[in-house]
């Protein structure tokens, strides 16, 4: 049984930086494409970040493009997102994501993206105050 725990949001100022973390259980993070998503009250989930074959690819929304970075540690089967240079419309709930479908990791980023992960986290929430 899959289970992805998320950990590390937080309240911060703009500006500001939060590493979030997914511990996963039951599913090697190296598997295949992971990512963070996103959803603020009233928008739909939007895809952030992605990440596989071993963390040699990465891909990010624009929005966040040189601020986040998501990365990966094989030993401690974790999932990471660095979060630099925070704003306020990063305010959001965080969610991981994992799958063992072969598909390519960059369309986790289009809308509508979320619909194809079967696994997730509980989230966890990021507040960015101005």
């Known amino acids: 049984q899959v289970q992805l725990v998320e950990s590390g949001g937080g309240s911060v100022q703009a500006g500001g930086s939060l590493r979030l973390s997914c511990a996963a259980f039951?599913?090697?993070?190296?598997?295949?494409?992971m990512a963070w998503f996103r959803q603020a009250p009233g928008k739909e989930r939007e895809g952030v970040a992605t990440i596989y074959t071993g963390g040699e690819n990465t891909y990010y929304a624009d929005s966040v493009k040189g601020r986040f970075t998501v990365s990966q540690d094989n030993a401690k089967n974790t999932l990471y997102l660095q979060m630099n240079s925070l704003e306020p419309e990063d305010t959001a709930m965080y969610y991981c994501?994992?799958?063992?479908?072969?598909?390519?990791?960059?369309?986790?980023?289009?809308?509508?993206?979320?619909?194809?992960?079967?696994?997730w986290g509980q989230g966890t929430q990021v507040t960015v105050s101005s």
């Open positions: 994501a994992a799958d063992y479908k072969r598909f390519p990791c960059e369309h986790s980023l289009v809308a509508g993206g979320f619909r194809i992960y079967d696994y």
């Open positions: 039951g599913y090697t993070v190296s598997t295949y494409c």
